[in-house]
């Protein structure tokens, strides 16, 4: 690991997402993942899932660690780090028929919240799918004591982040022409969000 970045939660979480995406993206072809943040999911999805081509993407700060991990593992179809920043308008410089997004939203101020489905909506092609993992509330309220706990934690290092009500996040995807698909239970009280662009 030494010279890479190392997020134990990709460690941790990385084996029941890919269970979700193994099915979801069996008929997928081109993924974009916005904010890869260390490179270890796009290398770990990416060997178990040849048939996908996956464009990782982040902040410019962040490409010297996935470069890292992407340089080691040398997979042909995990491509370099796209620089990606939500709330900019040129993000988004090709068409996916699918996007993946793991711990993002709750770490992003609520104006980048509703840039990131505005560009997933001018990205993703009729019929694809969003795929997005980590913790979320529901009618307000949070699911799980450590959810709770993360987020005071999340608001005392950043007041603007926090975990995201799913209604708020499924009423902007439905702005977008996407539908809810799925919604997956996931250790450690996280879920995956799948939606569907219908229109």
């Not at 193994?22 to 290398?43: M, Y």
């Amino acid at each position: 690991m030494r010279g890479k970045p190392f997020a134990e939660s990709c460690e941790q979480n990385r084996d029941p997402i890919l269970a979700v995406l193994r099915e979801a993206f069996a008929d997928r072809r081109l993924v974009l993942e916005i904010g890869s943040g260390t490179g270890q999911h796009a290398v770990y999805f990416g060997a178990a899932l040849p048939h996908l081509v996956w464009q990782t993407a982040d902040l410019a700060d962040q490409h010297a660690g996935i470069l890292a991990w992407l340089d080691d593992a040398a997979l042909p179809n995990v491509r370099p780090p796209l620089v990606l920043d939500v709330t900019r308008d040129d993000w988004h410089g090709g068409r996916y028929d699918a996007v993946f997004s793991a711990n993002t939203l709750h770490i992003m101020g609520w104006p980048a919240v509703e840039a990131f489905f505005r560009g997933v909506g001018a990205v993703l092609h009729h019929g694809g799918l969003l795929a997005v993992y980590g913790p979320f509330n529901y009618g307000g309220a949070f699911t799980s004591e450590s959810n709770a706990r993360f987020d005071a934690w999340l608001k005392a290092r950043d007041p603007a982040s926090g975990v995201r009500d799913f209604e708020a996040l499924d009423a902007l995807a439905r702005a977008q022409g996407l539908a809810l698909a799925r919604d997956v239970p996931m250790p450690a009280n996280n879920r995956t969000l799948l939606w569907r662009r219908t229109e």
